[in-house]
Structure formats: C-alpha cells, structure tokens
C-alpha cells in the first residue's frame, strides 16, 4: 500500500511541475512574441533600434529559463539572429531587419508549438 501511496505522490507531483512549467515557458515566449510582433509593425526609424536593442535586452533575461526547456541550439540560433537586429536597424537595412523579424516570429512560434504536449508532439 506504501508503494502505491508513494507512486501516485510522484505521478501527481511529476504532472503539477510539468503543467506548471508548461505555462510558465508559454507566459514567457508570449510575451517576446508579442514584443517582436509590435517591432515587426513598427515603420523603419531611429526608434528601431533601441526598440530591438530592449527585444534583445529582454530575449537575454527570458533565455535563462528557456536553457532548462529547449534545445540549446534553437536558443542559440534565436540569440544571433536578434543580435544582429540593432546592427541592422542602425545601418539602415530595414530590409534584411523585418526579414530577420519575419525568422524570429517563425522560430518563435515552432518553439511555442513544441513546448505544448499536442498529438503530434507526443508521437
């Protein structure tokens, strides 16, 4: 009986810290979606990068708990795609800069999709 007592503890306590780390990863991931989102429909300006300068300030700070989640080479793949976003903001090349955005939001979103125990992730 001890044996089955301890084992649900553990079953209930393995899926709370999944569920909870679960929203806490899309709480986060969110809300940089969100930040990239409002620079992706910013017009090209002197205000873009310091906008993209905050985006990175801010990917730098959430990062630290998407190490114990994802893949690290997906983060660092996110890393140096928004750190050549203020370079390219400040020279001009809006181009190359919504595009860079354009990769971010899809990357983001692949990583917001992965994280969510759907069928075919479980598969």
Not at 30 to 47: F, T
Not at 60 to 71: A, D, H, Q
Not at 87 to 109: C, K, M, P, Q, T
Request: glycine share 4%; proline share 3%.
């Amino acid at each position: 009986m001890k044996r089955l007592v301890t084992a649900v503890v553990l079953l209930v306590l393995i899926i709370g810290i999944s569920t909870l780390s679960l929203f806490a990863l899309e709480r986060e991931l969110e809300e940089i979606c969100a930040c990239a989102g409002e620079l992706r429909q910013a017009p090209p300006s002197a205000a873009l990068e310091r906008d993209s300068e905050e985006l990175f300030r801010l990917w730098n700070e959430k990062e630290r708990l998407f190490v114990i989640f994802v893949r690290h080479d997906v983060l660092d793949e996110l890393t140096v795609l928004m750190a050549e976003l203020p370079s390219l903001a400040r020279h001009g090349e809006y181009g190359h800069f919504y595009s860079g955005l354009d990769v971010i939001l899809a990357r983001l979103d692949d990583l917001l999709d992965s994280a969510r125990p759907t069928y075919r992730n479980l598969l």
